[in-house]
């Protein structure tokens, strides 16, 4: 079975970037997408980016839209999502997970990661 593990969240002031990367062990992505989403405190888990098998087919929420990018390496098993003009808004828990091509919803997704922690200060 695939595991995800996400690593690179920190604390960030308001304008600065961050690049997350979901790893897999144990199995490859394979032609599976995956998808990154957070948690806020008292909020429930939200749809931010998501990239097909081939890299292609990428998905963006409104929010991330211009700011966030995701990519792919499927020789290193790795999906990042490089953060730009980070907003205090971004603050949260961010995961990855594995789901089927063009997923955006959190019930489409599973083998979650345990998450990594970014602050975003004002």
């Known amino acids: 079975q695939v595991q995800l593990v996400e690593s690179g969240g920190g604390l960030v002031q308001a304008g600065g970037s961050l690049r997350l990367s979901c790893t897999a062990s144990?199995?490859?992505?394979?032609?599976?997408?995956v998808g990154w989403f957070r948690q806020a405190p008292g909020k429930e888990r939200e749809f931010v980016a998501a990239?097909?098998?081939?890299?292609?087919?990428?998905a963006y929420a409104d929010s991330v839209k211009g700011r966030f990018t995701i990519s792919r390496d499927n020789a290193k098993n790795t999906v990042s999502l490089q953060m730009n003009s980070l907003k205090p808004e971004d603050t949260a828990v961010y995961y990855c997970a594995r789901g089927p091509y063009r997923a955006t919803t959190v019930a489409q997704y599973d083998s979650w990661g345990q998450g990594t922690q970014v602050t975003v200060s004002s």
């Open positions: 990239i097909g098998w081939s890299g292609s087919n990428i």
């Open positions: 144990g199995r490859t992505f394979g032609i599976w997408a």
